[in-house]
């Protein structure tokens, strides 16, 4: 992924004044969040970046995936 060096912010930034990382990534289309020198989070305008776009089945899969991740422990004492 190429990166536009005028969309970078600190995570302290992005912390202190979202609005202002919000505003810059419906300009650039991404920004990207860097955490000790490193990126860390990319910050995505969800109309303008279509590597976001998903049909309803992987919409229903990732969902899926997350709700069973953060419940794992609760499925498993359902199933005995």
Same mark, same amino acid.
């Given at each position: 992924? $190429? *990166?536009?060096?005028? @969309? #970078? *912010?600190? &995570?302290?930034? &992005?912390? +202190?004044?979202?609005?202002?990382? @919000? %505003?810059? @990534?419906?300009? $650039?289309?991404?920004?990207? *969040?860097?955490?000790?020198?490193?990126? !860390?989070?990319? *910050? #995505?305008?969800?109309?303008?970046?279509? +590597?976001?776009?998903?049909?309803?089945? /992987?919409?229903?899969?990732?969902? @899926?995936? %997350? #709700?069973?991740?953060?419940? %794992? /422990? &609760?499925? !498993?004492?359902? &199933?005995?």
């Amino acid at each position: 992924m $190429k *990166v536009d060096v005028n @969309a #970078i *912010v600190t &995570a302290t930034e &992005a912390n +202190q004044n979202f609005s202002k990382v @919000a %505003r810059l @990534a419906e300009r $650039k289309g991404r920004v990207v *969040v860097f955490k000790n020198n490193r990126p !860390k989070l990319l *910050v #995505i305008d969800l109309d303008t970046e279509p +590597q976001i776009e998903m049909s309803e089945d /992987e919409k229903f899969e990732f969902v @899926a995936k %997350r #709700i069973l991740k953060e419940h %794992r /422990e &609760a499925f !498993k004492e359902l &199933a005995k």
